[in-house]
């Protein structure tokens, strides 16, 4: 049966590829929705897949004597590797699995008759997340036996799921609502042209005033001829209301510029990282350095490259925790992104790729920037690591996963690097065991 269906998907795979210019205008219509419900089927058979590899590895993992509250581990993470996302995306992924697979039988029949697609599978079992085993059945049977979640739009597939679970069970509803206000927060995340989101969630009576002040702030200042549109006004209003500082005023903080000498001197034009945020063009850093320096002191701390990789180099330590001087370095060449591929979740934990109780050194070459979830997965049954360097001097390293698969991650290209990496984070390499 393997054998079938992976002949079937790399067929599949080799008559998408070819170029559709010779078809008519309703065959590229009809190669686009046949394309999409080949999506949704093939959504459908991954959560299948993930469920299947969750049941033999906690077998697995039972067998070999693991603790009770370690059965499960490193699973999730399989499962973000072979989807190509997150550890945390992993996890949702496979959550989402269970859920079609033992609670809304309907929406997972939709999918494999490649009629609803994963992101509206998540919304169900988003808006139901809340109802009691038999309620969900109830909004699976009343959306999706019949069809109907398949011609409806995000939203309205939304509306339609979080109206009848306000109907079935108006009390789990109301106190999810409540438990939600624990889970306010901030984020910050980048957009593009050396800007950022910065979002904020929050209960809907002060997000909604925050608004209105901030618009009636805009609305004031543009009666009074000020030039500037209303978004900008609100977002100055924003920044000087939460710094209690003019917005245009530069913060008292850190901000760390990952950039060579020659562009601060402006006799190259090399990108430059910004912790948190990612490249910037050089004009754009030079320019921010003069004004800091104008506004206040301004430090610059120097991060030695060798001079014949261009790679970043540190000091070795004894240590078994990395120093706090290590552990900088090491998010710095990172660039504060988890190395295992296709995670893109901030650096948590200074990890000792070869363990540190198997003789591995606390040094940058045996050191990775890694996310929470991937530290703890690195330590399940049947993971390992090892860390090597690339001809070029590139810092790498190889995880094995319990099925045999091999993935490498090589460290970003610094500043300056005639290296490019192709991927927003650490370039990953698939390799099969």
């Known amino acids: 049966m393997f054998d079938t269906s992976m002949a079937a998907i790399h067929e599949a795979k080799a008559a998408l590829v070819e170029d559709p210019s010779d078809l008519s205008d309703a065959q590229l219509v009809d190669l686009i929705r046949g394309a999409e419900e080949l999506k949704c089927v093939a959504a459908a058979a991954q959560a299948t897949a993930a469920l299947r590899l969750e049941q033999f590895q906690r077998s697995a993992q039972v067998e070999a004597g693991l603790r009770p509250e370690r059965v499960g581990e490193g699973i999730a993470e399989q499962v973000g590797l072979a989807r190509r996302e997150s550890a945390a995306k ?124 901030l618009l009636a702030a805009a609305a004031t200042a543009r009666a009074q001829g000020d030039e500037r549109s209303k978004g900008q006004a609100m977002a100055d209003t924003l920044v000087e209301k939460v710094t209690g500082r003019p917005a245009q005023e530069a913060p008292r903080v ?117 996310c929470e979830r991937h530290n703890l997965a690195k330590e399940a049954l049947g993971w390992s690591a090892i860390a090597l360097i690339d001809p070029d001097g590139t810092h790498t390293v190889e995880t094995t996963t319990p099925t045999g698969h091999r993935h490498r991650s090589r460290a970003p290209a610094p500043p300056g690097a005639d290296r490019v990496s192709s991927s927003p984070g650490p370039p990953g390499l698939e390799l099969t065991g």
């Open 90 to 213: 992993g996890a949702r992924l496979l959550g989402l699995a269970h859920v079609l697979d033992g609670e809304m039988p309907h929406a997972l029949a939709l999918m494999r008759d490649g009629r609803l697609n994963e992101w509206r599978a998540t919304i169900l079992a988003r808006e139901t997340a809340c109802l009691s085993l038999a309620d969900r059945r109830t909004v699976d049977e009343r959306l999706c036996a019949g069809g109907e979640a398949a011609t409806m739009s995000d939203l309205g597939l939304a509306r339609a799921a979080k109206k009848l679970a306000c109907e079935l069970d108006p009390a789990s509803v109301a106190e999810r609502a409540r438990r939600a206000e624990s889970e306010r927060h901030v984020s910050i995340r980048p957009a593009p042209d050396t800007m950022c989101w910065v979002t904020a969630l929050l209960p809907v009576k002060q997000a909604v005033s925050i608004y209105a002040v």
């Open 254 to 370: 850190e901000i760390k510029l990952v950039m060579t000498d020659r562009t601060l001197l402006g006799d190259a034009d090399d990108a430059v990282h910004v912790e948190g945020y990612g490249p910037v063009p050089a004009p754009w850093a030079r320019a921010f350095v003069i004004g800091a320096m104008r506004a206040t002191r301004a430090w610059i701390r120097r991060l030695y490259v060798a001079p014949t990789t261009g790679q970043l180099v540190a000091m070795d330590s004894r240590a078994r925790c990395a120093p706090a001087g290590l552990a900088d370095f090491v998010a710095t060449r990172d660039q504060g992104l988890c190395r295992i591929p296709w995670c893109g979740a901030p650096i948590r934990q200074t990890d000792h790729v070869t363990a540190w109780a198997g003789g591995g050194p606390t040094s940058d070459a045996n050191t990775q920037g890694l």
